[in-house]
């Protein structure tokens, strides 16, 4: 792959901030859409916009064929059995609380456990946490090594047959850390619990396959992967799925409403009702596409390197505090640079065209754990060169200048 020729499919990107070309490193936060994405969202306003499932005319078909053609590419894109097993959602944040909310008062109850870890995204760390405060379970962490990782034999200690959810994420959007979900799944398996997978970090960075995973329930969002925002997805093994009820009620997931009784639709509308994000979802169909012409294996490997650069670039500056594994394999890196607070040194580099993340990254819990308040973050996404990683070096440098 050509990260510099992929740039050009990127309108965006072709612009200057504060008089400088825009470098953007700001992807765990949120990507950049593609010629082809924005194409396909234009394309269904333009000339298949309908609701879907409920009408017979033309643009409702086509409407229907291109929301249900999504399903299938992201069916195919994380390797699950049957299209049914996709559920679109707004993102990760309402796949996972799906999951809480449904599966969690119906299996968990006092005495129970919940195994998360204190590296989680506070969308995989609250509806637990509320979970346990509804039904009197136990919320229990798996403990981390100093780098952040996590060794199997922690969590071979803390997982027992008391617990009934592990959640975990795939990958840090912190730390980089990419965790060992497969063998825990297999941990929790062992002790005859299910294992939530938050892949909102690992879906468009590398080559997803649920079955192999063998994850019970896996959430996505289709605005770190090229698509627009608001579309996600929650995958779930089909047997979870079709034991839970729905939490949202209203048309489209009912089969037949009675005056004081009403039954659902079978998977995966049971969970859709209302009006779905259609146009949300052709664009993520459109995102897979883009993604697998790229090819996965070629973006994972891209970014590997491009995070040993900018890990040895940015070490070499005096001062930098830099958070997580040395040795990573997703494009991610979160630093503190001397005493200067994140919010200083993002403001900075923005003047210099140059885009991060600075705050606690919606992670309080591992900030603390971190001992700071907050940190920068660069996140690298195909369309990032090593001459990105140098414009943020240069634009480090002179922020410690400008506060020394």
């Not at 990419?178 to 619990?193: M, Q, T």
């Not at 897979?288 to 590997?304: C, K, P, Q, T, W």
């Not at 640079?337 to 923005?350: E, K, M, R, S």
């Amino acid at each position: 792959m050509n990260p510099e020729l992929l740039k050009e499919q990127f309108p965006i990107l072709n612009q200057e901030i504060n008089g400088h070309p825009l470098v953007y490193l700001d992807n765990a936060a949120t990507s950049q859409k593609p010629r082809a994405v924005i194409d396909a969202v234009k394309q269904y306003y333009e000339w298949e916009n309908s609701n879907v499932h409920r009408g017979v005319h033309t643009l409702g078909s086509r409407a229907t064929e291109a929301y249900e053609g999504a399903r299938e590419k992201v069916a195919r894109f994380i390797g699950a059995p049957d299209s049914s097993q996709i559920i679109f959602t707004r993102g990760t944040t309402t796949a996972l609380n799906i999951v809480a909310s449904s599966y969690g008062p119906a299996n968990v109850g006092v005495g129970d456990e919940i195994v998360i870890t204190e590296m989680e995204h506070h969308s995989n760390l609250i509806p637990w946490q509320q979970l346990a405060i509804r039904t009197g379970a136990t919320l229990k962490y798996i403990p981390m090594q100093p780098d952040g990782h996590i060794e199997l034999q922690d969590a071979e200690e803390t997982i027992t047959s008391q617990t009934k959810i592990v959640a975990i994420n795939y990958v840090s959007n912190v730390l980089g850390v990419v965790n060992p979900v497969k063998e825990i799944a297999a941990i929790a398996h062992r002790h005859g619990a299910v294992i939530v997978v938050d892949g909102a970090q690992s879906t468009p960075h590398m080559k997803i396959d649920v079955k192999d995973l063998d994850c019970d329930f896996y959430a996505l969002s289709g605005h770190k992967m090229c698509a627009p925002t608001g579309i996600g997805v929650l995958y779930g093994k089909k047997e979870l799925l079709d034991a839970m009820e729905p939490i949202e009620f209203g048309g489209e997931m009912i089969n037949d409403v009675g005056l004081y009784e009403s039954t659902w639709k079978e998977l995966p509308w049971k969970f859709e009702g209302g009006t779905p994000i259609i146009a949300g979802a052709v664009g993520l169909g459109a995102a897979v596409d883009f993604l697998e012409s790229v090819g996965m294996d070629a973006i994972a490997e891209h970014e590997r390197q491009l995070a040993a650069y900018a890990m040895d670039r940015l070490s070499g500056i005096e001062g930098i505090t830099l958070y997580g594994p040395k040795d990573r394999k997703v494009g991610l890196v979160t630093f503190n640079l001397d005493d200067i607070h994140p919010h200083d040194v993002a403001t900075v580099l923005d003047s210099f065209g140059v885009a991060v993340r600075a705050g606690h990254h919606c992670c309080q819990p591992l900030m603390r754990w971190l001992k700071a308040s907050a940190t920068a973050r660069a996140s690298f996404y195909l369309y990032n060169t090593e001459a990105d990683v140098d414009r943020l070096v240069d634009g480090l440098i002179q922020t410690k200048e400008y506060f020394a």
